[in-house]
């Protein structure tokens, strides 16, 4: 199972990006999927996750500026940030879990600077 992460980069305050994963490889379904992110010496944190059914759940931080979705057909997810903030930068990691196993990307970075 291979999650590829895409459409980081540099954006201005108070702009938007959406970031896309998709996920390959032999599996029948894919259950949950998430977002999470990192900065150099803090833990990783989730941003938000979808179910197999479209529950989203969003860390407080984020609710109301961010969206995540999910196309089960292409089993890709979807990250939508709006409004950011510089506090957003951070490298953003793609999760699925498939069988009760977790699956990560290997990241990418979004830097949220003037």
């Known amino acids: 199972v291979q999650l590829v992460e895409s459409g980081g980069g540099l954006v201005q305050p108070g702009g938007s990006l959406r970031l896309s994963c998709a996920v390959s490889?032999?599996?029948?379904?894919?259950?949950?999927m998430g977002w999470y992110r990192q900065v150099p010496g803090k833990q990783r944190e989730l941003v938000a996750a979808i179910t197999i059914g479209g529950t989203t759940n969003y860390a407080d931080s984020v609710k109301g500026r961010f969206t995540i979705s999910r196309d089960n057909a292409k089993n890709t997810v979807y990250l939508l940030m709006n409004s950011l903030k510089p506090e957003d930068t951070a490298v953003y990691y793609c999760?699925?879990?498939?069988?009760?196993?977790?699956?990560w990307g290997k990241g990418t970075l979004v830097t949220v600077s003037s």
């Open positions: 490889g032999s599996f029948f379904s894919i259950g949950t």
């Open positions: 999760n699925a879990i498939i069988r009760g196993i977790d699956y």
